[in-house]
């Protein structure tokens, strides 16, 4: 699937929790931390389900889970080097590259930081499943930041065309406690866009790009999940 559009610490921005009323007695706890990130046109336009994934109060020990499969993994030389080099701040990238593989994705509450700590579990053809944790917060320029491992971490700038909810990386930064320094761009691997594309009856599709202004694409991953 092709990329649709320009769309992953500081202070965390406090959890915004509304109650939507669905009749006299009904009530349901929503989140619009990521629907405050779009504008409220475009977050309209799209899907329910799509909405509602973004939506979910993950509060107390409440997790989200999706299952499915990659369906394909692609590494350039220089994104296969990048992956191995990436894994002395926790592998977030895949390690290689696959056909069809079992994934799985779990999301939870972070309750220190008042984010969200996502776990994605991607089996292999050999060895153990790779497991990639991060971590988003509701904070810097962009309004959301996902931190990686290591003290890295990326800004996202969050955007909806049509049927997808699409995060451009916008910058990637380094931190240390209070010190936080933005890196400059001819350290970091390039531009990464993921689309979370509405495909219905509970499905959507993932994709991760990570594209380099003179090395090109270094990192195409595609995979379908479903909802529970």
Known sequence: MGRKLRYSNEIVAPTTVTRERGGADSE?????????????????????????RFSKRLAGQATATYSGEIV??????????LAQMCRLIGAPLPLAASGPAPAAVAVSEDKLSGGQCWTRLYGRTRGHPQVIHSAKSFS????LE???????????????????????????????????????????????????????????????????????ELVNQHGLFRDG
């Open 72 to 81: 394909w993994t692609r590494l350039s030389g220089a994104g296969w080097l």
């Open 140 to 143: 810097g320029a962009t309004g």
């Open 146 to 216: 996902e931190h990686i491992g290591g003290g890295f971490g990326m800004a996202l700038a969050v955007g909806a065309e049509g049927d997808a909810l699409i995060f451009t990386s916008d910058h990637y930064f380094w931190r240390l406690g209070r010190v936080r320094l933005r890196l400059p761009d001819w350290l970091m691997p390039g531009e990464t866009v993921v689309t979370h594309q509405h495909l219905g009856s509970g499905r959507f599709a993932f994709d991760l790009k990570v594209t380099h202004p003179q090395l090109g």
């Open 28 to 52: 349901a706890l929503t989140d619009d931390r990521f629907r405050r990130l779009v504008p409220r046109a475009a977050w309209d336009a799209l899907p329910e389900d799509v909405r509602q």
